[in-house]
C-alpha cells in the first residue's frame, strides 16, 4: 500500500475501505475466537501475531524502503482500530511496533533505519518503547537512566517501567540522559536490542485490562550498545519522543475507537435478542437514546482520530493539540460507550460470559498511557496559549 497524503479526509480513499474489509476478516476468524481466552488466562496472543504477521498487519508503517507496506497513517489507525474492535490486547502488536520504531522513523540514521526496520517489516522482530520511569511519568524530563559514550560505545544505567509487549520484542527504544546539566536538552534516544550485554527484562504487571500484552520493567547495568545506535544526535531525545507521540497518540485514540465500536456492536446485537415485556429492549427509547449517543460519540472521536493520522501524514508542525485531542477524546469516549454497554447488558454485561466487561477494563488505560488525559489536556492548553 502505497502512501496517499492527499486523500479526501471525508471520504476515504478504496484502498482505506478494502484495507478495512480485509483486516476485519482476518480479525473475526483469526483474532476474535482467541480474544476471551487471552484475557482469562493473561497469555500473549500467538494466534493474533501469527495472523497479522502472516497477513502483513504486524507492521503496516513501515517505509517500502525498508522491505514494508509503506501505508499511510490513516491506514495503520484503521488496522489499529479493526484489530481493537475484537481484541485490544491484540491491537498492541501493530499499534507497539510502530511506537517503538515511530523515533527512529523520523530521526535515525539510514544505517540504523536499514539494520532494524525490515525485521520489523517482516515480522522477525518487534519494537518497544521505553520513556517512562517510576519517578518520571508524566514528567519524563526527570529521568534518571543514564547513558555515557565509553569509546565508540555508550554505557546505559537505569530502569524503565510499564513498557508495553516489554519481554517480547526484541528492540526497544530507549531515553537516557547524556547531560544532566541540560536538562531536557540532555535527554538522548537509542536502540537497545534484546541481547545487548547488561540488559534484563523484570517481571510484568498483573493488570485490569489488556491482559494479553506483557508490561514489564526494563533493566540497564552497565548495558554496553553499539555508538551507532544512537537516534539523532546527543541531545536530541526528547524531540524525538514529543515528535513519536505526535504520531502515535492518534493511534491510541484507534485503539480506543476500536475498542468502543467492538462494545457498541456487542450492545446491538443484545438489545435487539433480549426481549423484556414482550418485546425486544432496544425497542424501548430509553435503550434506542443510550445506542444513538454511543454511536454518535463514536462517529466523532473516529473522525478526530482520522483528522489528527492525516495530519501528521502530510508532515505538518504544530501536531501537539490536534494529537493529544484525538488520543484524549476517543479515549473518554471509549471508557463511556463501554461503561454504557455493560449498563445495557445488564447482569450479563458484570460476567465474563460477555465481551464488554473486557472492553470495560481494556478501554480504561486508553485514558492513561501515552500520557494520561490531564496531560493531553495541559498539552492541549499550552498549545492554544503559546
Known amino acids: 500500500m502505497t502512501s496517499n497524503p492527499d486523500f479526501d479526509l471525508f471520504q476515504l480513499a478504496d484502498e482505506h475501505n478494502e484495507l478495512r474489509a480485509a483486516i476485519r476478516s482476518l480479525c473475526e476468524k483469526e483474532i476474535a475466537p482467541y480474544a476471551a481466552d487471552v484475557d482469562e488466562h493473561e497469555r500473549y496472543p ?78 522477525e522482530a518487534m ?56 536538562g531536557a536538552n540532555g535527554t538522548s534516544a537509542f536502540m537497545v536490542h534484546k541481547d545487548d550485554e547488561g540488559f534484563t527484562v523484570g517481571p510484568t504487571e498483573k493488570k485490569l485490562g489488556i491482559k494479553g500484552s506483557p508490561t514489564a520493567e526494563l533493566y540497564f547495568e552497565s548495558c554496553r550498545i553499539p555508538g551507532d545506535r544512537i537516534i539523532g544526535e546527543p541531545g536530541t531525545g526528547f524531540k524525538t519522543a514529543l515528535e513519536t507521540l505526535d504520531h502515535t497518540r492518534p493511534t491510541i485514540g484507534a485503539q480506543a475507537v476500536g475498542i468502543a465500536q467492538g462494545a457498541l456492536d456487542a450492545a446491538i446485537d443484545y438489545t435487539k435478542d433480549r426481549k423484556q415485556f414482550g418485546k425486544s429492549v432496544s425497542q424501548f427509547q430509553g435503550v434506542q437514546f443510550m445506542l444513538a449517543e454511543m454511536a454518535m460519540k463514536i462517529e466523532a472521536a473516529r473522525l478526530m482520530v482520522y483528522h489528527s493520522a492525516a495530519r501528521a501524514e502530510r508532515g505538518e508542525k504544530g501536531l501537539a493539540f490536534i494529537a493529544s485531542a484525538a488520543k484524549c477524546f476517543a479515549s473518554d469516549v471509549a471508557m463511556e460507550v463501554t461503561t454504557d454497554a455493560v449498563q445495557l447488558f445488564g447482569g450479563a454485561g458484570y460476567t465474563r460470559d460477555f465481551p464488554v466487561e473486557r472492553m470495560m477494563r481494556d478501554a480504561k488505560i486508553t485514558q492513561i498511557y501515552e500520557g494520561t488525559n490531564q496531560i493531553q489536556r495541559v498539552v492541549m492548553a499550552r498549545s492554544l496559549l503559546r
Open 46 to 123: 500467538a494466534e493474533a501475531l501469527k495472523a497479522l504477521t502472516g497477513s502483513g498487519f504486524n507492521a503496516v508503517h513501515v517505509p517500502d524502503e525498508y522491505d514494508g507496506q509503506g501505508a499511510d497513517s490513516v491506514a495503520a489507525c484503521i488496522v489499529v482500530e479493526e484489530v481493537a474492535r475484537v481484541c485490544a490486547s491484540s491491537s498492541l502488536i501493530p499499534g507497539v511496533n510502530k511506537l517503538g520504531t515511530m523515533g527512529l522513523i523520523l530521526n535515525g540514521s539510514e544505517e540504523l533505519k536499514k539494520q532494524v526496520l525490515p525485521a520489523i517489516a517482516s515480522g
Open 127 to 182: 519494537a518497544s518503547y521505553a520513556l517512562s520511569e517510576r519517578e518520571a511519568g508524566s514528567d519524563p524530563a526527570s529521568m534518571r537512566t543514564r547513558a555515557k559514550a565509553d569509546g565508540e560505545d555508550w554505557i546505559l544505567n537505569g530502569s524503565k517501567c510499564w513498557i508495553t509487549n516489554g519481554g517480547q520484542s526484541t528492540w526497544y527504544t530507549v531515553m537516557a540522559v547524556t547531560d544532566a546539566d541540560k
